[in-house]
């Protein structure tokens, strides 16, 4: 028996998680599009930030590491999670495949998912602290995080479900 015949596309499970899968990537494109946060300097200078300007602008600054490090976690991993879910879920594999594989290291790096909002959150932090600069959190952030949340969840339960039988 192969491990991706425990999620059948058709049942309301494997329904669901292809659905929930495709909301993860619409999130994760707003989140990465729409606005994160506003910073207000001396009242009249203002900053509306995205992580798709972010990682424009460390790449016109040439800031490198930064630039690969950003780019890499918070766009290239996380489309590729979701794709290999997706595929996951509707393709029939064997234990020890190169999907099999993938499944183990998407678990694997599934806490790695979580750095760039943890980025986010030392930015608002030490922006905070400053006594001339004010921030606004905006829905960008929340969409953001909640795609990595759902992700993080439905690589979860695809992991326990491929692996409920194979063991």
């Not at 976690?73 to 393709?91: A, E, G, Q, R």
């Not at 064997?94 to 099999?100: E, H, N, R, V």
């Not at 790096?109 to 979580?114: N, Q």
């Amino acid at each position: 028996m192969t491990n991706s015949s425990l999620i059948r596309r058709f049942t309301a499970q494997g329904i669901a998680i292809n659905l929930l899968l495709l909301c993860s990537l619409v999130a994760l494109v707003i989140g990465v599009t729409a606005p994160l946060i506003t910073l207000q300097k001396l009242y009249f200078i203002e900053n509306t930030i995205s992580l798709i300007s972010t990682i424009q602008t460390l790449y016109i600054d040439k800031e490198w590491l930064l630039f690969f490090v950003i780019a890499i976690f918070s766009l290239c991993i996380p489309v590729i999670k979701i794709i290999s879910l997706l595929l996951i879920t509707n393709v029939e594999y064997k234990t020890g495949s190169f999907l099999d594989k993938s499944l183990s290291l998407i678990e694997t790096l599934g806490k790695w998912s979580m750095l760039d909002v943890f980025v986010v959150a030392l930015l608002l932090v030490s922006v905070k602290l400053g006594a001339l600069a004010k921030v606004e959190v905006h829905y960008g952030l929340y969409i953001f995080t909640a795609s990595v949340m759902l992700t993080m969840i439905l690589s979860f339960w695809i992991y326990s479900l491929t692996h409920k039988k194979a063991e």
